[in-house]
């Protein structure tokens, strides 16, 4: 395996930039906000964490500067400034849950009697490195709770193939990955035959970064189309698929990239098992099911228009619809892999617990 360790974010505290292919600096909420939206930084971990370290920067900027600001005026500043990263994209719900999870700690900052705008600066970006490290631990423990799940379920089998759908790795987190990093333990347990990845329509997410990631990675592995998954499922023996989330409900109800769904329909007609890997902040509590998750869509372009030539390679006049997102119930979820552990038991409506896995664990 490699030692350098891919890595789509690179902070350390006052600077803090992502990978584009040339690094971008991060310097504001304003960058942060768009780096998001366009996309320069996506799936639902670095999301968050890209949120939260572009205002450890201004927190830190605004310390060197010397700052007097009241307390107060300090916290309304910042709840302003998370307020309106939580609108740069509406699905994965770990940006929602660092929001909020930042208010609370700035709202319980204020009740002590010695605080001072220093003093909340200081705790946005220590909670911002905070949320950075935790990630790296946690997507070590899905890798190895995921890893262990799947050699149990195949105990001596030693030529496992598995599938994957858009970019759940090093791309996605801060380092290792969720979907990617149990395919990664597996691949370092030398059982893994075979990864294989979908191209994943329309940004490409896997055949730009997946593939990469899996390359980089001196792990085998092959690039499918998104609508060759059947037929792969059919013709060569796969032995689980795993992806990773953006939401996961509190009945397990999952939402992933498009295309997921129709993956696990198909893994669930080939008797093929299918988990969902996450860290338990992108498991939302508050939303009993899928059908109450709000699915971002997509601008038009990204199907209409050649991404190489930048030309229209679509008729004028065709309605577009283009979901980013789609909803994978949890009768099709075989398990969803968290770093407190596998969630693998159902109720009498073939749907998890989710909140009762997580109080008790
Ligand atoms: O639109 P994207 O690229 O942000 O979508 C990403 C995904 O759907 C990932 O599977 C998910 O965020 C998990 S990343 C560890």
Redesign the pocket.
């Given at each position: 395996m490699s030692t350098a360790t891919l890595e789509a974010i690179k902070y350390v505290r006052g600077d803090l930039k992502i990978l584009d292919q040339l690094l971008i600096p991060v310097l504001t909420s304003e960058d942060a906000f768009k780096a998001i939206a366009e996309?320069k930084v996506?799936?639902?971990?670095?999301?968050a964490i890209v949120a939260a370290l572009c205002l450890a920067v201004e927190a830190n900027e605004m310390l060197k500067k010397g700052e007097n600001a009241s307390a107060e005026e300090i916290a309304k500043l910042f709840s302003e400034k998370l307020d309106y990263l939580s609108l740069s994209?509406p699905?994965?719900v770990?940006l929602f849950i660092m929001v909020d999870d930042f208010k609370k700690k700035i709202k319980a900052a204020l009740e002590n009697t010695n605080c001072n705008g220093s003093f909340i600066l200081q705790l946005i970006i220590d909670e911002a490195e905070n949320l950075m490290n935790e990630d790296i631990e946690e997507n070590h423990k899905i890798s190895h709770f995921g890893a262990d799940h799947i050699l149990d379920l195949y105990s001596g089998d030693k030529e496992l193939r598995v599938l994957t759908?858009?970019?759940?790795?090093a791309l996605?987190?801060m380092k290792y990955?969720?979907?990617?990093g149990v395919i990664r333990a597996l691949h370092g347990h030398n059982v893994l035959t075979h990864a294989y990845c979908t191209e994943?329509r329309p940004?490409n997410?896997g055949a730009r970064l997946t593939a990469f990631e899996l390359v980089y990675e001196k792990i085998p592995a092959t690039l499918i189309v998104d609508s060759a998954v059947s037929y792969l499922m059919s013709t060569k023996k796969i032995h689980c698929v795993v992806?990773?989330?953006?939401r996961v409900c509190n009945n397990g109800d999952t939402?992933?990239?498009?295309g997921?769904y129709q993956i696990a329909i198909a893994a669930k007609f080939h008797n093929i098992p299918f988990f969902v890997?996450?860290?338990s902040k992108?498991i939302d509590l508050n939303t009993s099911d899928g059908s109450k998750i709000k699915i971002?869509q997509?601008h038009e372009n990204e199907i209409t228009m050649n991404s190489h030539s930048n030309k229209r390679i679509v008729v004028d006049g065709v309605g577009v619809w283009n979901p980013?997102?789609d909803v994978t119930p949890a009768t099709l979820i075989t398990g969803i892999i968290t770093e407190l552990g596998v969630i693998s038991t159902k109720n009498e409506n073939n749907e998890f617990d989710v909140q009762h896995f997580l109080t008790s664990n």
């Open positions: 996309m996506r799936g639902a971990p670095a999301i994209r699905t994965a770990n759908h858009c970019n759940t790795g996605a987190t990955g969720t979907a990617l994943t940004y997410q992806v990773g989330a953006d939402a992933n990239k498009v997921t890997a996450a860290p992108s971002e997509r980013g997102f």
